[in-house]
C-alpha cells in the first residue's frame, strides 16, 4: 500500500490530505484574486477621490495602475510562497501519516492472520496517533497472550484426557482378549478413571461459566463462622484420613457477608482440597475469617505443606498450572480448582491471592470479600 493510494486502489488519506490542501490553497489564492482585481481598484479609487483629487486624471489612473500591479505582484509571490510551505508540509504530514497509517495496517493484518506478536511503533505525530498505536499493542499482546493460554489448554486438556482414557482402554482389551477379568479391583480402577474424566468435565465447565459471567449468584447476608464450620465440615474426613489436623480460627464480632454461600463453599473447599494436596501427614491447615480493609471480610486457608516458590505465585490461579506436575496427577489434582475459586470470587467483586515464603514452608491463600454494606479490596 503507498502513501497516496490505498490497497484497494482508492486514495488514501495521503492523497486525501493533499487534495484537501490543494483545494485550501486554490480556495485561498481565488479569494485573494477577487479582493485584489475587483475590490481593491475601486476601494483605492474611493479614497483617492475623497482626498480631493479627480478620479480620471492622469495621476490617479496611473497610481491606480501601479496599485494594481504591484497588489498582484505581492500576491502573486505570498501565494506561491504559501503554495510551496504548504507543499512542503503537506507531503512531509501526509507521508508520515501514511506511513503510520501504513504500519498500522499491516499490522493489523498480521494479528487477523494469526501473526499476534505483530505491534507497531509509536509515530511521534501527535497524542492520539500515539494512544492509538499503544492501544493496538496492548491488544495485540492481549490477544498473544490469550492465544497462547488457549493452545497451552488444549495441551493440557489432551494430557489429562489421555491417562485415564489409556487406562479404561487397555483395561477393557484386556477383558475382550481375555487376559483380565472384571473382578471387583478391575471395576473400582475403572469407576475411578471414569470419576476422573467427569470430574475433569464438570470442573472445565465450572470455570467456564464463572470466567464468562455467566452464573446465577444467591446472594444472602452469611455469618462468616458459619462458612468456616460449614467448609470444614465438608472436608474433615479427607483429612482424617490422610492425617492432617484441620484447625477452624474465625475472630469474634465479624459482620455478615452478602455472598452465595454454595459457591464461596465451592471456593474454601478448592482451597482446603489445594492445601491437603501439598501437606504432609502430620502437618496443619488453618482456615481462618478476620476482618479486611474498608469493613471487608478476609478469609484464608493457610498450610504448613510444601510451600511455593516465588516464581511459581504469580501463575497458581491459571487453569491446570502445577508447581509439582507429577505429584499433583499423580494425587489426583486435576490443575482446575485454584482458577475456579479466582473466578468465583471474583463474580462476588472479591480478590484473592497466594502467599509463600518459599519452598518448604507452607502457603496461605486469602480472599478478600465486601462486608455488608462494605467494598471489597
Known amino acids: 500500500m503507498t502513501a497516496a493510494r490505498g490497497r484497494f486502489g ?18 485561498g489564492g481565488l479569494t485573494a484574486w477577487l479582493v485584489v482585481a475587483a475590490i481593491g481598484p475601486g476601494v483605492f479609487r474611493r479614497h483617492m477621490v475623497a482626498a480631493g483629487m479627480d478620479g480620471h486624471t492622469t495621476a490617479v489612473l496611473h497610481a491606480e495602475e501601479a496599485f494594481r ?32 497509517l501504513g504500519a498500522l495496517s499491516a499490522a493489523a493484518a498480521g494479528v487477523a492472520g494469526g501473526r499476534f506478536d505483530a505491534r507497531v511503533p509509536p509515530p511521534g505525530i501527535g497524542a492520539e496517533f500515539d494512544e492509538l498505536a499503544v492501544a493496538f499493542n ?3 499482546a492481549r490477544l498473544d497472550e490469550s492465544h497462547t493460554l488457549r493452545r497451552r489448554l488444549l495441551a493440557d486438556v489432551a494430557h489429562e484426557l489421555r491417562t485415564p482414557v ?26 475411578a478413571q471414569g470419576s476422573r474424566l467427569s470430574r475433569l468435565a464438570d470442573d472445565l465447565a465450572a470455570v467456564t461459566r464463572a470466567e464468562s459471567r455467566d452464573l446465577a449468584l444467591h446472594l444472602e447476608p452469611t455469618a462468616p463462622a458459619e462458612l468456616l464450620t460449614v467448609a470444614a465440615g465438608s472436608a474433615e474426613g479427607r483429612f482424617a484420613a490422610r492425617g492432617v489436623r484441620l484447625v477452624v480460627d474465625a475472630d ?21 482440597d489445594n ?15 478476620a476482618r479486611a480493609d474498608r469493613g471487608g471480610l478476609r478469609l484464608t486457608v493457610t498450610d504448613t505443606g510444601d510451600g511455593i516458590d516465588a ?30 475459586a479466582k473466578a468465583l470470587v471474583e463474580a462476588h467483586g472479591g480478590t ?14 486469602a480472599v478478600v470479600l465486601a462486608a455488608r454494606g462494605g467494598q471489597a479490596r
Not at 486514495?11 to 486554490?26: E, F, K, Q, S, T
Not at 465479624?254 to 452465595?260: I, W
Open 311 to 340: 516464581a511459581h505465585l504469580p501463575h497458581v490461579f491459571e487453569r491446570f498450572y502445577r508447581v509439582d506436575t507429577a505429584r499433583d496427577r499423580r494425587q489426583g489434582g486435576s490443575g482446575i480448582g485454584l482458577a475456579i
Open 252 to 272: 469474634d464480632g465479624l459482620p455478615d457477608v452478602v455472598v452465595d454461600r454454595d459457591r464461596i463453599g465451592q471456593v474454601l473447599g478448592n482451597l482446603l
Open 166 to 191: 489409556a487406562t479404561i482402554t487397555a483395561y477393557l482389551e484386556g477383558v475382550e482378549d481375555g487376559v483380565a477379568s472384571l473382578t471387583p479391583d478391575t471395576i473400582a480402577v475403572l469407576r
Open 352 to 365: 484473592i491471592s497466594a502467599h509463600s515464603d518459599g519452598a518448604g514452608r507452607g502457603a496461605t491463600f
Open 69 to 100: 500591479s504591484a497588489s498582484a505582484t505581492s500576491l502573486g509571490l505570498a501565494l506561491g510562497a504559501a503554495a510551496l510551505a504548504s507543499l512542503a508540509a503537506s507531503l512531509v504530514l501526509t507521508r508520515r501519516i501514511g506511513r503510520s
Open 10 to 27: 482508492r486514495p488514501g488519506i495521503a492523497g486525501r490530505l493533499l487534495v484537501a490542501m490543494a483545494l485550501v490553497i486554490v480556495t
Open 275 to 289: 492445601a491437603l494436596l501439598h501437606t504432609p501427614a502430620g502437618g496443619t491447615v488453618r482456615v481462618g475469617a
Open 138 to 140: 496492548d491488544m495485540a
